[in-house]
């Protein structure tokens, strides 16, 4: 932001006074002075710091731009990875419109719309490039960090050509930091601890982890109103740990023997039976022969 006047030195104030009188404008440092020739816009002036001449009869000048870098942070939300997960990125960014850069016919529509305007052009390109770089990357080693070198070179490699188009030129990006959804966050803790119970394993006897996840299980039943006895310490467990769990004995219920099944005589056929049929004689029923 340029200085006001006021605060110049006496002598500064001075030349800037007498230049007044002149047709000559004072351009600060950073900044261009827009020219309107009849009413169209005819370019800058500048830059500063320096006196530059204006006419009086056929120009008129606008409001200064400034030309330095600006910086400012935004979050980046819906950005998809190569997995499909949705994440939002915080960037630092910075960039710069230089009104002497885009072609005519572009500048006269940019200069008028002031700072606030330009970041959100610069916002959209940013976006754009993000769409293009994050899809190629996953989730973890955007998670980690891992991924950051490589997303801000690529971000920074994706955007001049349109930024070029409209005079604005990428000064810096810089990822501070990423959002995952909470369901990838619990699940990336999950693998991280996963992974530290195995160095850990790695220090201990195979028997020893048996026994601590054997602890482990019994804990977690939350049984109340249990008794427990205690087989002995573990490495991977609290002294106070304990192995297993009896519950406590009921007297068995008083249930009588059942009784046994009534003793009910088989059913009597109305029909009588059958006559045995008449045997042959024979040879061998006579004694005699």
């Given at each position: 932001m340029a200085k006001?006047?006021?605060?110049?030195?006496?002598?500064?104030?001075?030349?800037?006074?007498?230049?007044?009188?002149?047709?000559r404008q004072f351009v600060p440092e950073n900044f261009v002075l827009p020219i309107y020739h009849m009413e169209h816009y005819d370019g800058v002036r500048g830059p500063g710091p320096g006196f530059f001449r204006v006419s009086g009869w056929t120009e008129r000048t606008g409001p200064l731009v400034s030309i330095a870098p600006h910086f400012n942070t935004h979050a980046f939300d819906d950005i998809p990875t190569c997995e499909?997960?949705?994440?939002?990125?915080?960037?630092?960014?910075?960039?710069?419109?230089?009104?002497?850069?885009?072609?005519?016919e572009i500048a006269m529509q940019l200069v008028p719309l002031g700072e606030s305007i330009q970041w959100e052009i610069f916002k959209r390109v940013v976006r754009g490039a993000l769409m293009?770089?994050?899809?190629?990357?996953?989730?973890?080693?955007?998670?980690?960090?891992?991924?950051?070198?490589?997303?801000?070179?690529?971000?920074?490699?994706?955007?001049?050509?349109?930024?070029?188009?409209?005079?604005?030129?990428?000064?810096?990006?810089?990822?501070?930091?990423?959002?995952?959804?909470?369901?990838?966050?619990?699940?990336?803790?999950?693998?991280?601890q996963r992974g530290i119970n195995i160095d850990r394993s790695q220090q201990y006897h195979p028997s020893?982890?048996?026994?601590?996840?054997?602890?482990?299980?019994?804990?977690?039943?939350?049984?109340?109103?249990?008794?427990?006895?205690?087989?002995?310490?573990?490495?991977?467990?609290?002294p106070s740990s304990l192995t297993h769990a009896i519950p406590p004995q009921a007297p068995p219920p008083n249930i009588p023997p059942p009784s046994p099944p009534p003793n009910i005589p088989p059913p009597q056929s109305s029909t009588p039976p059958p006559p045995n049929p008449p045997t042959k004689p024979s040879h061998l029923d006579d004694p005699s022969w």
């Amino acid at each position: 932001m340029a200085k006001p006047i006021a605060e110049l030195p006496g002598c500064f104030r001075f030349d800037v006074w007498w230049n007044k009188i002149l047709p000559r404008q004072f351009v600060p440092e950073n900044f261009v002075l827009p020219i309107y020739h009849m009413e169209h816009y005819d370019g800058v002036r500048g830059p500063g710091p320096g006196f530059f001449r204006v006419s009086g009869w056929t120009e008129r000048t606008g409001p200064l731009v400034s030309i330095a870098p600006h910086f400012n942070t935004h979050a980046f939300d819906d950005i998809p990875t190569c997995e499909g997960v949705q994440v939002v990125l915080h960037l630092y960014l910075g960039f710069d419109f230089d009104p002497r850069l885009p072609r005519r016919e572009i500048a006269m529509q940019l200069v008028p719309l002031g700072e606030s305007i330009q970041w959100e052009i610069f916002k959209r390109v940013v976006r754009g490039a993000l769409m293009q770089v994050v899809p190629t990357l996953d989730a973890w080693s955007l998670a980690t960090g891992k991924a950051f070198p490589e997303l801000q070179n690529r971000v920074c490699q994706v955007t001049p050509p349109a930024l070029q188009f409209v005079g604005m030129t990428i000064r810096g990006c810089q990822v501070q930091r990423i959002v995952m959804p909470q369901v990838v966050r619990d699940r990336l803790e999950q693998s991280a601890q996963r992974g530290i119970n195995i160095d850990r394993s790695q220090q201990y006897h195979p028997s020893e982890i048996a026994q601590a996840l054997f602890i482990e299980t019994i804990e977690r039943l939350n049984v109340q109103n249990v008794e427990y006895m205690n087989l002995g310490g573990s490495p991977l467990a609290p002294p106070s740990s304990l192995t297993h769990a009896i519950p406590p004995q009921a007297p068995p219920p008083n249930i009588p023997p059942p009784s046994p099944p009534p003793n009910i005589p088989p059913p009597q056929s109305s029909t009588p039976p059958p006559p045995n049929p008449p045997t042959k004689p024979s040879h061998l029923d006579d004694p005699s022969w």
